[in-house]
């Protein structure tokens, strides 16, 4: 009786052990079998492989899953730092101060003013005008702004003068001007970023043009007037004098410029000749006084070099 009991214990004993392992844990089927094992006799081995099947229909348990990879959190983005307000007590800009004048420069120049002739002509005839208009043109080239060197063109108009004569002349009168090409050295004493005051000293030639007209009575009996008229240029002769000048930076390389000279003018006496006839005569030694104002325009000649 008791070895049919240990044969159905051991028949069973595979069948229970799923449901031991799912109450109990896993080390209590591998207890169980190894003690079914035991317990069945030598000559049971048939039973006890028949049995294996019934082992390996067991559920297996599902595998361990891994650990869920952690996922980085975003960095917070920076916060830009606000603009620093700007000062109030930041001190402004100075303004630009005057324009430097040039330091090398080519200047043409051109004044008008009036002249007045000193002293009386050679023919002893009375002088009626003085004065007349005069005009300057010029080149002038500035080696520094303490000196300047140029050649100018100079017309001064000089007055007009009478002969009288009774009887058959009514009048006789001879307007003059004087041309003269000149050249000058300019010193300047004194000196500014917008002005300079300058001596000059001047020497050239220069020639007397003169007009004549005479009105006459040639008939003592009946008067009938009559008038003639000539001209002509006398030679060329010295001229030397000074001049006080000076000028004003305007900008952009204009300045306002103004002059007072004297100027010595050694001419003929002779007979002035209009087309090979005598017409009248030269005035002599004579001298100007002219005072003129106008513009000059200053080239500057460094910034131009440096352009190339």
Request: proline share 11%; aromatic share 6%.
């Amino acid at each position: 009786m008791r070895p049919r009991l240990a044969l159905a214990l051991a028949a069973t004993a595979p069948l229970l052990a799923p449901v031991a392992l799912a109450q109990v844990g896993a080390p209590a089927p591998a207890a169980s079998a190894s003690a079914a094992t035991s317990a069945a006799p030598a000559t049971s081995a048939a039973p006890a492989t028949s049995a294996a099947p019934a082992t390996s229909a067991a559920p297996a348990l599902p595998p361990a899953l891994p650990p869920p990879t952690p996922v980085p959190s975003a960095a917070p983005a920076p916060i830009a730092a606000p603009p620093p307000a700007a000062s109030s007590a930041a001190p402004k800009p100075a303004p630009p101060g005057p324009e430097k004048p040039a330091t090398h420069t080519f200047s043409p120049e051109a004044t008008i003013g009036a002249a007045f002739r000193l002293g009386s002509p050679a023919s002893g005839a009375s002088v009626t005008e003085r004065q007349g208009v005069a005009y300057r043109l010029g080149l002038f080239w500035g080696t520094s702004r303490a000196w300047a060197v140029g050649v100018q063109y100079d017309r001064a108009g000089a007055g007009a003068d009478v002969i009288k004569y009774p009887d058959t002349v009514t009048s006789d009168k001879t307007e003059r001007a004087i041309h003269s090409v000149l050249a000058e050295l300019r010193a300047f004493p004194l000196r500014s970023d917008r002005g300079r005051v300058y001596l000059g000293l001047l020497f050239g030639f220069s020639h007397e043009y003169a007009s004549h007209a005479a009105t006459y009575n040639s008939n003592p009996i009946q008067p009938v007037f009559k008038t003639d008229r000539c001209g002509g240029a006398g030679s060329s002769s010295l001229a030397i004098g000074a001049g006080l000048g000076g000028d004003y930076e305007l900008g952009g390389g204009f300045a306002f410029t103004g002059r007072v000279s004297f100027l010595g003018h050694r001419l003929s006496d002779g007979a002035v000749e209009d087309h090979g006839s005598p017409c009248l005569r030269g005035a002599g030694t004579t001298s100007i006084v002219a005072a003129q104002a106008g513009f000059r325009y200053a080239i500057d000649l460094d910034r131009a070099n440096a352009k190339k």
